[in-house]
């Protein structure tokens, strides 16, 4: 598929004053459930080495990447690893083995991980960029909660936004010259979540409010390993 998307990710020096700015931009007082999360997370046992894998999964424009850095605020600054700086142009979900050589092994190992970050703009990958093995480390974008993924995560989050609505808000954020690339986008997203859903195996819904967030029990809960069906030709997801 032949897209083109202008890179919103930091780039590597950004990402060295990226707490910085997340402290910022966000005021301590998000509401009590951010931080009530946050408190749940840190009392979480390790899922990848020493590390708290969190995937925060949802539709495109569903608003992962605000709700991620407000819960890295929450988490003292918990590293935040952005599946666009995974996938490529030629790759939107196929990215799979990429992230557990760069990323999932080097944790299972107790190492700092080291991933090439991509550029939209010039069509390749960057200079490696370093994420600690921190006690808590999320992973946000479409596709967080896949199939492959799902074993290394002590928690899967999915941000509660109906696809029309939140493909709505990001094509009125990306402006009219992200026109093609949202229309190969949002076909791309239809056949990965039909092939591998999320929403079933979320353990928990975050549904953004005026104020702050509201944190729901998802259709996993956290009743361990559960079987999800539907009728006729429908998705299904072992969780």
Sequence with gaps: MSVTKECRRPSAVESAT?????????????GTAIHALAARLRRLPPSCGPVRLIGIDGHAGSGKTTFAERLAVALDDAPVLH????ATHEELFDWTGRLLTQVIEPFGR???????PYDWRAR???????????????????GAGRRALRPYLARLLWLEVPNE?????????????????????VAAERRHFAEDPSRPCADLL???RSEGYEVLPGPAGTSGSTLFLTHGNGPSAVC
Excluded: N
Aim: hydrophobic share 40%; glycine share 8%; aromatic share 10%.
């Design 83 to 86: 599946l666009d700086d995974i």
């Design 124 to 142: 390749s990958f960057g200079a490696p960029r370093p994420l600690p093995p921190a006690p808590v480390v999320l992973v946000e974008g479409v």
């Design 18 to 30: 990226a707490a910085r700015r997340r402290r910022a931009a966000f005021a301590p007082d998000q």
């Design 206 to 208: 975050v549904r953004q």
């Design 110 to 116: 107790g190492e700092t991980a080291h991933y090439l």
């Design 165 to 185: 609505e939140a493909w709505a808000r990001g094509r009125s954020r990306d402006g009219e010259e992200q026109r093609e690339f949202w229309a190969g986008w």
